[in-house]
């Protein structure tokens, strides 16, 4: 999928969407769209750097001694 950018030089481009993560962690662009508008890099909310964590570590830990958890491995050895 294309996304329209503005680069750091003002020129406006598209890219292929697997490019976005690293051209914003390189500061190569300052604005990216989304089907909602125009995101800008300095002052909007755009993706956390480790966005496939669905848990922070106290959460994960609860999560591995939950109750479904232990009952799913006893039930999968």
């Known amino acids: 999928m294309l996304i329209p950018i503005i680069r750091d030089n003002n020129q406006h481009d598209y890219i292929m969407d697997f490019m976005l993560d690293s051209l914003i962690d390189s500061k190569k662009i300052v604005k990216f769209k989304r089907k909602t508008g125009w995101v800008n890099i300095a002052t909007d909310p755009i993706r956390a750097r480790n966005r496939y964590s669905v848990f922070n570590d106290s ?19």
């Open 59 to 77: 959460d994960r830990r609860a999560a591995n001694n939950s109750t479904f958890v232990h009952h799913y491995l006893r039930s999968n050895p």
